[in-house]
């Protein structure tokens, strides 16, 4: 079955700095790549999100890259503020099933 | 707007007692509805989904079930709970097979 593989596990940056997460995925058949974040004590949120014809989208700070060719994707935040600091999640989406990355837990310092 | 309410918020449960678990969307007509275990640390792993009322997909084996009794409630449950059921649970729906899902805000299951 799929398998995604998110890395870091975790950042600390300052505030302003841009920051990278980076993920994998094993399947060819996944076409849609939605990306989440999870504050503590709120609701996984939607963020962004990429199709397999796709290679960037960009959405005010946060930029998307997929290569489909490595099956990797990145995610570029940029002017990081602590209002950023969360758990982010990548996914790979192929028709009724979902695999999530393990997570990376921003935290970005005043 | 479409709303999205898990209940429980919390519950603590002995081993080999029954659980059930309630998820209902409002606002969207034949939603795509997923069932997932959050585990301590973050990994999001798929337990069900449904498409339509009455049918469940099993996506892994957890001693776990699930069932979709009207279009718009996904209902998790168990006979007997085991120590490795504890975690956070999260109902989620989707307008189709192909976008993002939309999450409730969970029930943390603690089993002692």
């Known amino acids: 079955g799929e398998q995604v593989e998110q890395l870091p596990s975790s950042l600390i940056v300052q505030e302003g700095a841009s920051v990278l997460i980076n993920c994998s995925y094993t399947?060819?058949?996944?076409?849609?790549f939605p990306w989440y974040k999870q504050e503590p004590g709120k609701r996984l949120q939607f963020i962004i999100d990429?199709?397999?014809?796709?290679e960037r989208k960009q959405n005010q700070r946060l930029t998307l890259l997929f290569d489909k060719k490595t099956k990797h994707l990145s995610l570029h935040i940029t002017a990081t503020q602590p209002g950023d600091s969360a758990i982010y999640f990548c996914?790979?989406?192929?028709?009724?099933?979902?695999?999530f990355g393990d997570g990376t837990q921003l935290v970005v310092k005043p | 707007a479409q709303t999205i309410h898990q209940w429980p918020v919390a519950e603590i449960k002995a081993v080999g007692s029954p659980l059930s678990l309630g998820c209902t969307i409002k606002?969207?007509?034949?939603?795509?509805l997923y069932w997932y275990w959050q585990a301590t640390g973050g990994t999001l792993q798929q337990l069900f989904y449904?498409?339509?009322?009455?049918?469940v997909e099993s996506v892994v084996q957890l001693n776990l079930s699930a069932s979709r009794p009207k279009d718009d409630q996904f209902i998790l449950s168990t006979e007997k709970l085991l120590l490795s059921h504890s975690g956070f649970y999260l109902c989620?729906?989707?307008?189709?097979?192909?976008?993002?899902?939309?999450f409730g805000s969970g029930t943390r299951l603690t089993v002692l």
């Open positions: 996914s790979a989406r192929n028709n009724n099933r979902i695999f």
């Open positions: 399947d060819s058949a996944s076409v849609y």
């Open positions: 990429i199709r397999s014809n796709m």
């Open positions: 606002g969207k007509s034949s939603p795509n």
């Open positions: 449904s498409i339509t009322v009455g049918q």
């Open positions: 989620a729906w989707s307008p189709t097979r192909a976008e993002t899902l939309y």
